[in-house]
């Protein structure tokens, strides 16, 4: 008999016809999710995917793999289809459980929990910005341990995006920066379909887009016609050739295939209905069942034996990079898996040790910079800048070199300069955490955290190890009055969910959040510091306690069993709760005074402890310059809190303090009342 005939391949339409059937069949099971991006971005994803995207799905870890961001990631059935499709760890029944409680497809991809996701996004722009941060550590990774004939770090950064990613403004402050930087690794794919939600854009998005980025110094190419595979192919292998970041823009028709909802907002946010769904299959001509790809169509996307190859090449040339430069290979391995060095843990115990026997009084934004002149040199992964307020915020050390873009590319200093970008600088350092190799901090102003604020979200639901330094944390800016003074902002981040937050007293407690902040490996840092001078103060707790967010900083005369009253404080206002605990000792009063600079620390430690340093049964009374609503969970209703519960004053420090009643004497007398009210009941 004769051999039976070759099996047929299949044709590149098979292939992208395959994503748009995965993608509107799960979202017309789930009853919600958003087809028609993906079923329109079908021939950009092949051109990237199966051509030029550098990835191994058996390992979704390799340092030197490219970047993948689905910036507009409403369209996340896409990316589920691509990760399927090509060999990922994503079997098809989990792209049949889309948004569906615990399967590993959720409406918007979510890093850490779907394999071969590199960010979690949803809210637009932030994914565009992060992959600048990406961009940004790989060339700075790159300029650090590559050597000559030795390209260990040398991979590339691709995005997605939609409209609203460039509508939102981060995409200006994030796209600014990377054309400054020269970032010529990234290549962000514009899907320029002319559909949002409302319906056209055109009636409120009629930006020159193209003009725009070439503004920002990028390299703009198109539009190409984005069902074209070839002329997205070609358009890529021109942005590899460019000496600067490239977008793009490949115009495509929303819901391409469905013959009734394509080129309309009916595909942008909504199941397509069962009707339009088998229309859909009948118009491009695809038989099979939901969520059946042909065995010919699976075997062209699958991608894992080329990905073996690409490590297997990458790991050899590792090896001899290892044998040529021993001591490079070891610190670019520690770096790539997140671990700081093994001497850090004695830089803190010394640099504590230090502070205790200067007994320095400053403003703790200053503690702040001498943390990092000590803890920064000792981790050279650490690199952080300001949204142009280096002076103010102090986050330059004196070693650290300035990040510049010149011809060459960029040089690899250590303090970034990110101008007015609150957002922007936010989810670039997100972007930067996310790509390993660096622990990014970043600084502003505590009240223009509002301007970051999703960001600071975003890290703590990714659990990235990020510092946000916020400075001139409370009234005590003074003058610049209540545009400038933080008072709900505390409060606010302490109620992110997995964001710890620190506000420290002195120069020992700021070291020691420092620490904390940069040893925590599952989530972001706030450190919430002072303009205004704070003296050192003696506390009887070690470090250890220190860490464990709220301590006993000084006990009541005669010991806590003679305490009638806990003084809880933090930051600034720990020494107001500290000098009037030597006013009620001499009017025979003893109180204990309980520092928590950390209330997101303290409230994990476990019950005995908590009770230890907050005893039941003694009237709590706390102060902090901020609003009071928070502080009640520690107090309850047999004691009182100082605070400020409205906007602030423009004048000077002292003056604002004591308009709002945070004095000593103020403290005193609302102890007292406390105390006299409870003898009463």
Same mark, same amino acid.
């Given at each position: @008999?004769?051999d039976?005939?070759?099996?047929?391949?299949?044709?590149?339409?098979?292939?992208? &016809?395959?994503?748009?059937?995965?993608?509107?069949?799960?979202?017309?099971?789930?009853?919600?999710?958003?087809?028609?991006?993906?079923?329109?971005?079908? =021939?950009?994803?092949?051109a990237?995917?199966?051509?030029?995207l550098?990835?191994?799905?058996a390992?979704?870890?390799?340092c030197?793999r490219?970047?993948?961001? *689905?910036?507009?990631?409403?369209?996340? @059935?896409l990316?589920?289809?691509?990760?399927?499709?090509?060999?990922?760890?994503?079997?098809?029944?989990?792209?049949?459980?889309?948004?569906?409680?615990?399967?590993?497809?959720?409406?918007?991809?979510?890093?850490?929990?779907?394999?071969? #996701?590199?960010?979690?996004?949803?809210?637009l722009?932030?994914?565009?910005?992060?992959?600048?941060?990406?961009?940004?550590?790989?060339?700075?990774?790159?300029?650090?341990?590559?050597?000559?004939g030795?390209?260990?770090?040398?991979?590339?950064?691709?995005?997605?995006?939609?409209?609203?990613?460039?509508?939102?403004?981060?995409?200006? $402050?994030?796209?600014?920066?990377?054309?400054?930087?020269?970032?010529?690794r990234?290549?962000?794919?514009?899907?320029?379909?002319?559909?949002?939600?409302?319906?056209?854009?055109?009636?409120?998005?009629?930006?020159?887009?193209?003009?725009r980025?070439?503004?920002?110094?990028w390299?703009?190419?198109?539009?190409?016609?984005?069902?074209?595979?070839?002329? #997205? $192919?070609?358009?890529?292998?021109?942005?590899h050739?460019?000496?600067?970041?490239?977008?793009?823009?490949a115009r495509?028709?929303?819901g391409?295939?469905?013959?009734?909802r394509?080129?309309?907002e009916?595909?942008?946010?909504?199941?397509?209905?069962?009707?339009?769904?088998?229309?859909?299959?009948?118009?491009?001509?695809?038989?099979?069942?939901?969520?059946?790809?042909?065995?010919?169509?699976?075997?062209?996307?699958?991608?894992?034996?080329?990905g073996?190859?690409?490590?297997?090449?990458?790991? $050899?040339?590792?090896?001899?990079?290892?044998?040529?430069?021993?001591?490079?290979?070891?610190?670019?391995?520690?770096?790539?898996?997140?671990?700081?060095?093994?001497?850090?843990?004695?830089?803190?115990?010394h640099?504590?040790?230090a502070? !205790?026997? +200067?007994?320095?009084?400053?403003?703790?934004?200053?503690?702040?910079?001498?943390?990092?002149?000590? %803890?920064?040199?000792?981790?050279?992964?650490?690199?952080?800048?300001?949204?142009?307020?280096?002076?103010? &915020?102090?986050?330059?050390?004196? !070693?650290?070199?300035? %990040?510049?873009?010149?011809?060459?590319?960029?040089?690899?200093?250590?303090?970034?300069?990110?101008?007015?970008?609150?957002?922007?600088?936010?989810?670039?350092?997100?972007?930067?955490?996310?790509?390993?190799?660096?622990?990014?901090?970043?600084?502003?102003?505590?009240?223009?955290?509002?301007?970051?604020?999703n960001? *600071?979200?975003?890290?703590?639901?990714?659990?990235?190890? /990020?510092?946000?330094?916020?400075?001139?944390?409370?009234i005590?800016l003074?003058?610049?009055?209540?545009?400038?003074?933080?008072v709900?902002?505390?409060?606010?981040?302490?109620?992110?969910? &997995?964001?710890d937050?620190?506000?420290?007293?002195?120069?020992? =407690?700021? %070291?020691?959040?420092?620490?904390?902040?940069?040893?925590?490996?599952?989530?972001?840092?706030?450190?919430? *510091?002072?303009? !205004?001078?704070?003296?050192?103060?003696r506390?009887?707790a070690?470090?250890?306690?220190?860490?464990?967010?709220?301590?006993?900083?000084?006990?009541?005369?005669?010991?806590?069993?003679?305490?009638?009253?806990v003084?809880?404080?933090?930051?600034?206002?720990v020494?107001?709760?500290?000098?009037?605990? $030597?006013?009620?000792?001499?009017a025979?009063?003893?109180?204990? #005074?309980?520092?928590?600079?950390?209330?997101?620390?303290?409230?994990?430690?476990?019950?005995?402890?908590?009770?230890?340093?907050?005893?039941?049964?003694?009237?709590?009374?706390?102060?902090?310059?901020?609003v009071?609503?928070?502080?009640?969970?520690?107090?309850?209703?047999?004691?009182?809190?100082?605070g400020?519960?409205?906007?602030?004053?423009?004048?000077?420090?002292?003056? /604002?303090?004591?308009?709002?009643?945070?004095t000593?004497?103020?403290?005193?007398?609302? /102890?007292?009342?406390?105390?006299?009210?409870? +003898?009463? +009941?």
């Amino acid at each position: @008999m004769p051999d039976s005939a070759p099996p047929t391949l299949p044709t590149r339409a098979q292939m992208c &016809n395959a994503l748009r059937a995965l993608a509107m069949d799960a979202v017309q099971k789930a009853n919600s999710g958003h087809p028609g991006m993906p079923m329109g971005m079908a =021939e950009v994803a092949l051109a990237l995917w199966h051509h030029h995207l550098r990835h191994n799905p058996a390992d979704p870890q390799w340092c030197d793999r490219d970047r993948f961001v *689905l910036s507009n990631g409403h369209g996340s @059935m896409l990316l589920y289809a691509l990760l399927h499709l090509t060999g990922y760890d994503l079997p098809i029944e989990q792209l049949s459980e889309f948004r569906q409680l615990h399967s590993r497809t959720p409406g918007h991809p979510e890093f850490g929990l779907t394999p071969g #996701v590199e960010t979690t996004t949803g809210p637009l722009g932030q994914g565009f910005a992060n992959a600048v941060g990406m961009a940004l550590a790989e060339r700075l990774l790159a300029a650090e341990f590559n050597r000559p004939g030795f390209p260990i770090v040398d991979h590339r950064t691709y995005v997605f995006a939609g409209d609203g990613c460039l509508m939102e403004g981060i995409s200006h $402050e994030a796209a600014s920066l990377a054309g400054t930087w020269r970032l010529d690794r990234l290549v962000v794919i514009y899907d320029d379909n002319g559909i949002s939600i409302d319906g056209e854009v055109k009636h409120w998005f009629t930006d020159d887009t193209a003009a725009r980025f070439r503004a920002y110094r990028w390299n703009v190419i198109g539009p190409v016609d984005g069902h074209d595979v070839e002329a #997205v $192919e070609r358009a890529i292998r021109e942005a590899h050739a460019a000496d600067r970041p490239t977008l793009i823009i490949a115009r495509t028709v929303i819901g391409k295939g469905s013959p009734n909802r394509a080129g309309s907002e009916k595909a942008h946010g909504e199941a397509l209905g069962e009707t339009e769904v088998a229309a859909t299959r009948a118009a491009i001509g695809w038989p099979h069942p939901p969520f059946h790809v042909p065995d010919q169509v699976a075997a062209a996307w699958d991608a894992r034996a080329d990905g073996a190859r690409r490590q297997a090449q990458w790991d $050899e040339l590792f090896a001899r990079y290892e044998q040529r430069f021993p001591e490079l290979a070891a610190e670019f391995r520690r770096r790539t898996r997140g671990e700081l060095p093994v001497d850090f843990g004695a830089t803190v115990d010394h640099a504590v040790a230090a502070a !205790q026997e +200067k007994r320095e009084a400053v403003a703790t934004r200053r503690a702040s910079q001498l943390a990092l002149e000590r %803890l920064a040199e000792s981790a050279p992964e650490m690199v952080g800048g300001s949204a142009d307020l280096t002076g103010s &915020n102090l986050t330059k050390w004196g !070693q650290a070199a300035p %990040l510049r873009a010149g011809e060459d590319g960029l040089s690899s200093g250590r303090h970034i300069n990110f101008g007015v970008r609150e957002f922007g600088m936010s989810a670039i350092a997100n972007g930067m955490a996310l790509h390993g190799g660096f622990v990014p901090f970043v600084g502003t102003f505590l009240v223009f955290s509002d301007y970051a604020r999703n960001a *600071l979200r975003m890290a703590a639901l990714m659990g990235q190890r /990020v510092v946000f330094v916020f400075t001139h944390d409370s009234i005590g800016l003074g003058e610049d009055g209540p545009t400038h003074q933080a008072v709900e902002h505390a409060a606010s981040l302490r109620l992110i969910p &997995n964001m710890d937050v620190w506000r420290p007293c002195d120069t020992v =407690e700021t %070291l020691i959040a420092w620490a904390h902040a940069i040893e925590r490996r599952d989530g972001p840092t706030s450190l919430l *510091l002072s303009r !205004q001078a704070v003296p050192f103060l003696r506390r009887r707790a070690d470090a250890e306690a220190v860490r464990r967010g709220g301590y006993v900083l000084s006990e009541a005369a005669g010991g806590v069993r003679k305490a009638r009253a806990v003084l809880i404080a933090t930051g600034s206002e720990v020494p107001l709760a500290v000098q009037a605990q $030597e006013q009620l000792a001499q009017a025979g009063v003893p109180v204990r #005074v309980v520092s928590i600079p950390s209330t997101t620390v303290f409230d994990r430690q476990d019950a005995a402890y908590k009770s230890g340093v907050l005893p039941e049964g003694l009237p709590r009374v706390a102060i902090e310059a901020g609003v009071t609503d928070f502080w009640w969970k520690y107090v309850r209703s047999n004691g009182a809190v100082l605070g400020v519960d409205r906007f602030g004053e423009s004048a000077p420090a002292p003056i /604002v303090y004591r308009h709002f009643g945070l004095t000593v004497e103020n403290l005193v007398a609302t /102890v007292q009342a406390v105390l006299s009210r409870e +003898k009463q +009941k």
